[in-house]
Structure formats: structure tokens, C-alpha cells
């Protein structure tokens, strides 16, 4: 950096809590209907875009189900990585834990060899163009059997499919994490990270059953885990990552508004959060658009927002050895202000 160039406003940072279907841009999703013949029932991307109000997180995912009908080749896969990890690079991003629906994919006849040669054609093009890294990350539906789940567990691990790890997403409330605990014993047993949506739109006991039956390592969300003290004791004293993602939370109605959003009590409390966005397309925000609009709500100086930004490396499912060259990056952003 030469004297004149002025640092850059926004800290590197890993994003944690993403889901590829959620990356679905309108226009791709048009694109991708046409080369494949799937009828939306839509007639142009503006209106789908505007159907993107949501009452709560069922809502949302019955539209996002639906329109993830559109990927269908190996090539689809590929331009939505590619797609995503070009617009998160340019935000800053220099590490992504993407969450794929394999369930969703498979269940309507799309091979799995398709859905993996076209994650790792983009994630490749990720790195090499935008020099940011991909891991990839096999989430399980908790509102399908946990069977199911195992069944394609198996297909990954027979297939050799470069998941690094295994996730728990779909609807919460109604549907308990505890069945899907052999298929993340056999995930583990494997060598495969772990994580689990909850206390999203559930209670604060769900943080707890997802580490103590899943062994998970981290919790997505967990924004409901401040409702209960001693939740909130245990993650702090074991330093558990959350992956919170506060514009999601506003647009599926967890919280009435993001003024309201639990973001600066859990900071507060010694939580060990990060700040990732669930689904950019869907919500209308990337990490470093909501990384801006949390920092302008919640006056979060430059120390705040780098805590931040290290959160979500040292919460990543990278080696030691990489999450330190991004910590260090981190620190220098840190120090240059
Ligand atoms: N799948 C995609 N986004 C999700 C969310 N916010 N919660 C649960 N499952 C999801
Ligand atoms: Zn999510």
C-alpha cells in the first residue's frame, strides 16, 4: 500500500453462515430456467425480487425450496459459486463456508457427481480469480427424515465429495436436532467439522441440545440463547462461535428491527460472534452490506468491528496455520486506522 491509498474501509473477514441456494440472484434464477426448460411462476426477476417479503422463516424457505428447482447441471452449480464468491470477494470476504441443501438437489434427480463437479469448478475459479477460499459444508434438512440424511451422508463419503463438513439447517421450531445425531457420530467418525442452525426462531434449550447431542463445534444463529443466562454462560465459558447473521434475523422477523437486534448485548456478554448474511439474495444484503448497516446501527468502532472480523476466522474450519495469516491480516487492518 503506497502513503496515498487509504486503507481499506472494511476489515478481511471469513463468512460462516451462508447458504448457496440463498446466493440465488433473480436474474441468474431466470437464466437458469430458461436453459433448462423449468417454468417459474414468475413473469421477470422483478417480480420474484418483490416477493422476497417474508412473515417468518417458513415463509422464506418454502419460496427458496421452490425457486432452487432451477439448478439442474453441473454448469448451474458452477455459475452460482462463481457468482457468489466474485460478489463476496469484492466485499471483502477472503474466506467462505458454504452450506449446500444436497437433499433438495438430489431429490429431484440431479446427480451427485453434477452438484460436486460444479462446487468445485467455482470454488476453484473463486480462488484463483478473486484469491479467496471455499469449504464446503453438507446441510442436513432437519424438517426431512434424519435418514435421509444418512443416506446421503453415505453418498458423499462413498463418492469422496470435498464436503469439509456437515450442517443443520431447514425449520427449527417442530423439528428436533437429536434424531440427526448418528448421522454427525458417522459425520465425525469421518473426519467432517460440524455445525447447527438453532435458536434461530427456537428456544435457548436448542443451542444446548445441538452441542450436547450433535457435538456440534459451532451454532448458527443462537440469537435466542441471550432468553436463557445460563445458556449464555456456557457459550461464553466454552467459547463457542455463533454465526449470527442480524439482517436475516430482521427480514424473517426474529427480531421486530435491526435497532433491536441482540448483536451489542451478546458482544456485551463475552459471546464469541461473528457476522455473516444467511442469504444475500433473498435478504438484499452481502456480509459487507451488513457489516455496514450493524456498524452505522450500533456505532461499532474500528476494535469492535476487527473482533468481528477475527470471530470469523478463528471460528472457521481452516488449519491453525491459515487462520493465523488471517488474523494477522485482521490486526493490520485494525492497526491502520
Ligand atoms: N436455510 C437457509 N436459510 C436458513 C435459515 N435462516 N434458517 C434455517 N435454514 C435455512
Ligand atoms: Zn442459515
Known sequence: MTATTPP?????RAELHLHL???????????????????????????????YAFGDLQSFLDLYHATSQVLRTADDF????????????AGGVRHAEIMVDLQTHLERGVALEDVVAGLAEGVADGEASHGVSGLLILAFLRHRPAAEAEAVLDAVLAAGAPFAAVGLASTEVGFAATPFARAFER???HGLRRT?????EGPASNAVEVLDVLGVERVDHGIRA???????????????PLTVCPWSNVRLRAVPSLAAHPLPAMM???????INSDDPSYFGAYVDEVDDAVTAAFALTRDQRADLAAASFAGSFLPPEQIARHLAAVDAWRAAG
Open 196 to 200: 447447527a442452525h438453532a435458536a434461530e
Open 226 to 240: 441471550m432468553e436463557d443466562e445460563a445458556v449464555v454462560a456456557r457459550l461464553v465459558a466454552e467459547r463457542v
Open 78 to 89: 458452477a455459475d452460482l459459486t462463481r457468482a457468489y464468491l466474485r460478489r463476496a470477494a
Open 21 to 51: 441456494e440463498g446466493t440465488l440472484e433473480p436474474e441468474l434464477a431466470f437464466a437458469l430456467a430458461e436453459r433448462n426448460r423449468v417454468a417459474l411462476p414468475y413473469r421477470d426477476p422483478g417480480e420474484l425480487r418483490a416477493a
Open 187 to 189: 459425520a465425525a467418525a
Open 8 to 12: 481499506p474501509a472494511r476489515p478481511p
Open 268 to 274: 456485551a456478554a463475552g459471546l464469541n460472534v461473528s
